[in-house]
């Protein structure tokens, strides 16, 4: 094997976060890491231009990769999307459907270039890949009770908050402690942490095509700190470490100066998730949470 130079190992890491709020299938996924180039557990023999990651479905435009040297130093540029092509082998998910998780194969990969900008130091690089999701706010709903409340007047959400405050008291538990069980039995030595949602909204209105009333976006930041504090003793309960998204969110909700959170937009599956800024948020605590 070829070493660059004749000095220690060293690794770089890669931090993959992506928006996951929008779709209302029962614990669905958004795009599992199917492929990715340098492999990992690869070591590189000679200095790669960029990271290759294929996924099973297209990222969000928002979503936020890094590429960080053995120091810590971020050593990427702007990543962008590349063609699909098939899967030599198809990948295969799991969706919780009525209490049982039933496999789903995906036959395209969908990939993104990562360039890589400098090598900043020298010797043997193994890449490691870190690839983190949220999950809960797509089992109650949560992206269509806000469009809802996003609707003219006269149409109101206050009984779709009832509802999925129910369901994140009476369902989500049971749903989290089962999907928490699923993933350390199919990863026993894997570090697991369980991302919270933050508060969405300030109790401005600001957005033209969107009507959500103060009133209704107070009740939405409570259903969010219910969301937030459920997710918490859940991971909790179940050995999992539990990353709080509202602090790092405060001041960054929709009609803020700076928004982290897109209002309502089109596609209107980007709405109410977090753009770019929102994601480097997300990532900032997250890979802190991992490095801890």
Request: charged fraction near 15%; include cysteine; proline fraction near 8%.
């Amino acid at each position: 094997m070829r070493r660059l130079e004749a000095l220690p190992p060293a690794f770089v890491a890669l931090v993959v976060l992506i928006a996951t709020v929008a779709f209302p299938e029962p614990a669905s996924a958004h795009g599992q890491l199917a492929v990715s180039t340098p492999a990992h557990g690869g070591t590189l023999t000679e200095r790669a231009e960029t990271v290759s990651l294929a996924f099973t479905e297209k990222p969000s435009p928002y979503a936020y990769f890094t590429v960080t040297a053995p120091g810590g130093a971020r050593v990427d540029g702007p990543w962008s999307f590349a063609e699909p092509y098939l899967l030599d082998e198809p990948a295969r998910e799991y969706n919780l459907v009525n209490g049982v998780w039933e496999p789903r194969l995906f036959h395209t990969a969908f990939p993104v270039k990562v360039p890589v900008v400098h090598w900043p130091e020298q010797g043997i690089y193994t890449m490691r890949y870190q690839s983190v999701a949220s999950d809960g706010g797509n089992d109650l709903n949560w992206t269509q009770v806000i469009i809802q409340c996003a609707q003219p007047w006269p149409y109101t959400c206050w009984g779709d908050i009832d509802r999925a405050e129910a369901f994140i008291r009476n369902n989500l538990p049971g749903l989290l402690d089962q999907l928490y069980t699923a993933i350390k039995a199919k990863a026993p030595n894997a570090r697991i942490v369980a991302v919270g949602y933050p508060k969405l909204f300030n109790g401005q209105q600001c957005n033209v095509i969107a009507r959500i009333s103060p009133g209704e976006q107070a009740r939405l930041n409570s259903a969010a700190d219910l969301l937030a504090t459920t997710t918490q003793a859940r991971a909790a309960a179940n050995g999992i470490i539990f990353v709080d998204a509202r602090a790092a969110y405060a001041g960054h909700a929709v009609c803020d100066s700076v928004e982290w959170i897109n209002g309502t937009s089109w596609p209107i599956g980007e709405s109410y998730h977090p753009n770019r800024n929102g994601q480097q948020g997300y990532a900032g605590i997250v890979e802190a949470a991992l490095r801890g």
